[in-house]
């Protein structure tokens, strides 16, 4: 077997990330845009020690779930990895694709999964995009990773902020990255992407908190989403963020109803701990980036004796492997799969965790 050689198989797995897995003598080849149970053609482009990576070619027998992509720039823009599968069969395999990380990696061997949360909306529904100007190419990087495609409209976006996308092709200017968001969006700082779940985020986290909570320290609290869903109902409220942009957009949304600390979450954990009225009524929440929580702040949370974690993750691998280690001090309760993005790879999951006694 070698790069350019020509294979049919069967996709036996989609991995996370997006791309089906066929299994060629004995290697595993991966390949975008095929789904589950397809019978497809490719061809080997890139051979390593224990996998490949392939091109498809053709569907010879495709699944019920394929449907055409709505959007010209599918396959080429790298921005989207499942338009070519119905919505239902996104949220299954990303539903698996948890399951699977919880397990393999977490060891968690029957994780308490809740259906999952769906977007209400399939297109149209991100409040905010970046986009990328090069020359008079303006777009999204395309799926390797290097060229830029030019875009006129994405169909992600929702329609002020395509309107916003259009009205900078007409009159490019100097940058060579912008951030178009939707007016009610703030210009400072994270906020949640998904126009259709916004409110259901909010109510979301503050639901999972438990009884007699009477604090919360939110680390990676960016601009003061989730809290404001709890501050009506939680006296004492302590804010973490290094962004102080995002911590101005806090503290305009909240005031004086909150605490404020810029730095790292490893910074000001400890301190905010030790002079907490009582960690025994204390939830902790943690929405940290991509590459999940740090050695220090999984240390920090192994120490510090909260009631409850709540736990919101982009990422079910660095997911699995924090929850692991500090199995031995928190007890995962509950897991809730929420897909932002719907037609992306990426799936978000909130767990509940109760301190072990």
């Given at each position: 077997?070698?790069?350019?050689?020509?294979?049919?198989?069967?996709?036996?797995?989609?991995?996370?990330?997006?791309?089906?897995?066929?299994?060629q003598?004995?290697?595993?080849?991966f390949?975008?845009?095929?789904?589950?149970?397809?019978?497809?053609?490719?061809?080997?482009?890139?051979?390593?020690?224990?996998?490949?990576?392939?091109?498809?070619?053709?569907?010879?027998?495709?699944?019920?779930?394929?449907?055409?992509?709505?959007?010209?720039?599918?396959?080429?823009?790298?921005?989207?990895?499942?338009?070519?599968?119905?919505?239902?069969?996104?949220?299954?395999?990303?539903?698996?694709?948890?399951?699977?990380?919880?397990?393999?990696?977490?060891?968690?061997?029957?994780?308490n999964?809740?259906?999952?949360?769906?977007?209400?909306?399939?297109?149209?529904?991100?409040?905010?995009?970046?986009?990328?100007?090069?020359?008079?190419?303006?777009?999204?990087?395309?799926?390797?990773?290097?060229?830029?495609?030019?875009?006129?409209?994405?169909?992600?976006?929702?329609?002020?902020?395509?309107?916003?996308?259009?009205?900078?092709?007409?009159?490019?200017?100097?940058?060579?990255?912008?951030?178009?968001?939707?007016?009610h969006?703030?210009?400072?700082?994270?906020f949640?992407?998904?126009?259709?779940?916004?409110?259901?985020?909010?109510?979301?986290?503050?639901?999972?908190?438990e009884?007699?909570?009477?604090?919360?320290?939110?680390?990676?609290?960016?601009a003061?989403?989730?809290?404001?869903?709890?501050?009506?109902?939680?006296?004492?409220?302590?804010?973490?963020?290094?962004?102080?942009?995002?911590?101005?957009?806090?503290?305009?949304?909240?005031?004086?109803?909150?605490?404020?600390?810029?730095?790292?979450?490893?910074?000001?954990?400890?301190?905010v701990?030790?002079?907490l009225?009582?960690?025994?009524?204390?939830?902790?929440?943690?929405?940290?980036?991509?590459?999940?929580?740090?050695?220090?702040?999984?240390?920090?949370?192994?120490?510090?004796?909260?009631?409850?974690?709540?736990?919101?993750?982009?990422?079910?691998?660095?997911?699995?492997?924090?929850?692991?280690?500090?199995?031995?001090?928190?007890?995962?309760?509950?897991?809730?799969?929420?897909?932002?993005?719907?037609?992306?790879?990426?799936?978000?999951?909130?767990?509940?965790c109760?301190?072990?006694e």
């Amino acid at each position: 077997m070698k790069t350019g050689d020509i294979f049919e198989g069967i996709v036996q797995d989609i991995a996370y990330g997006g791309e089906a897995v066929i299994r060629q003598d004995g290697m595993a080849i991966f390949v975008p845009f095929a789904a589950m149970g397809e019978t497809i053609r490719f061809q080997l482009i890139e051979k390593k020690k224990k996998f490949g990576r392939g091109l498809l070619l053709d569907v010879l027998v495709p699944s019920p779930s394929r449907r055409d992509a709505p959007c010209p720039y599918f396959g080429r823009c790298g921005g989207c990895q499942y338009q070519h599968v119905s919505y239902e069969e996104q949220l299954r395999i990303k539903t698996k694709q948890l399951k699977d990380a919880l397990q393999r990696l977490g060891g968690f061997e029957n994780p308490n999964l809740l259906p999952v949360i769906a977007s209400p909306f399939e297109f149209n529904y991100r409040n905010r995009i970046s986009v990328h100007q090069l020359g008079k190419t303006i777009g999204f990087k395309a799926l390797n990773g290097r060229d830029l495609v030019d875009i006129t409209e994405c169909r992600l976006a929702t329609p002020e902020v395509n309107r916003k996308l259009s009205h900078l092709r007409s009159k490019p200017g100097q940058r060579e990255h912008y951030s178009l968001r939707a007016s009610h969006i703030p210009e400072l700082g994270f906020f949640q992407a998904n126009d259709g779940l916004l409110t259901q985020l909010k109510s979301l986290m503050s639901s999972h908190l438990e009884s007699g909570i009477d604090s919360v320290v939110e680390c990676y609290a960016g601009a003061g989403f989730f809290a404001e869903a709890y501050a009506s109902n939680i006296p004492h409220i302590h804010l973490i963020e290094q962004d102080s942009r995002s911590l101005q957009a806090a503290r305009l949304l909240l005031g004086e109803k909150a605490h404020y600390y810029e730095g790292s979450c490893e910074e000001h954990l400890e301190n905010v701990h030790a002079n907490l009225i009582n960690a025994g009524t204390t939830a902790c929440i943690v929405d940290p980036p991509r590459d999940g929580l740090s050695d220090g702040m999984r240390q920090l949370l192994k120490d510090k004796a909260f009631l409850q974690l709540l736990y919101l993750s982009c990422n079910p691998s660095t997911l699995a492997r924090d929850l692991k280690e500090l199995s031995a001090h928190w007890e995962p309760c509950v897991f809730q799969p929420v897909d932002l993005f719907p037609q992306t790879a990426h799936i978000e999951c909130l767990v509940s965790c109760r301190r072990k006694e």
